[in-house]
């Protein structure tokens, strides 16, 4: 922010608290009721950390301090078995849900480039031990919950 007064110019540094963006929120938590005792260990998050920042992120604030980006570390119960059945139903939810941009998961990611079907995924992280689930702005207030079957949506 700039003021201009009477011969000197004063800028004002303005700091916007990043926060995730509420379809985020609602899928933690409906993760979250669901297995109330899984692994929340890195590579669990949404916030980037320094390596985010040097590049392109969903991860990273926006103008707006939002972030469109989960990782949900694969660990829901002791073993990461259920994992690819969440990542797979996250992907059949996005084919009505405008909220997911895309999902990432074991080396293969889906989005509406080829109607929501797995390709392989060519980023340097596979994405083995988390679903990385990004988001598009029309989430950053929706919070309606997922209909996701694995997280109490109906089947």
């Known amino acids: 922010m700039q003021m201009d007064l009477p011969h000197r110019k004063i800028h004002i540094a303005v700091t916007i608290k990043p926060k995730l963006c509420a379809a985020g929120v609602q899928l933690r938590d409906q993760v979250d009721t669901w297995f109330p005792d899984r692994s929340r260990k890195s590579p669990e998050g949404w916030l980037g950390d320094s390596r985010h920042s040097a590049r392109k992120s969903d991860h990273n604030p926006d103008k707006d301090g939002w972030c469109r980006a989960l990782d949900l570390n694969t660990l829901f119960e002791s073993t990461d078995s259920l994992a690819p059945y969440l990542a797979d139903q996250i992907r059949i939810a ?12 074991n080396g293969r990611i889906c989005s509406k480039i080829l109607n929501w079907k797995w390709r392989k995924y060519k980023g340097i992280n596979p994405h083995k031990r988390h679903i990385h689930i990004s988001f598009t702005r029309l989430g950053d207030k929706d919070s309606k919950p997922f209909d996701i079957p694995l997280i109490g949506g109906k089947i």
């Open 94 to 105: 996005a084919k009505s849900d405008p909220r997911i941009s895309y999902v990432i998961y």
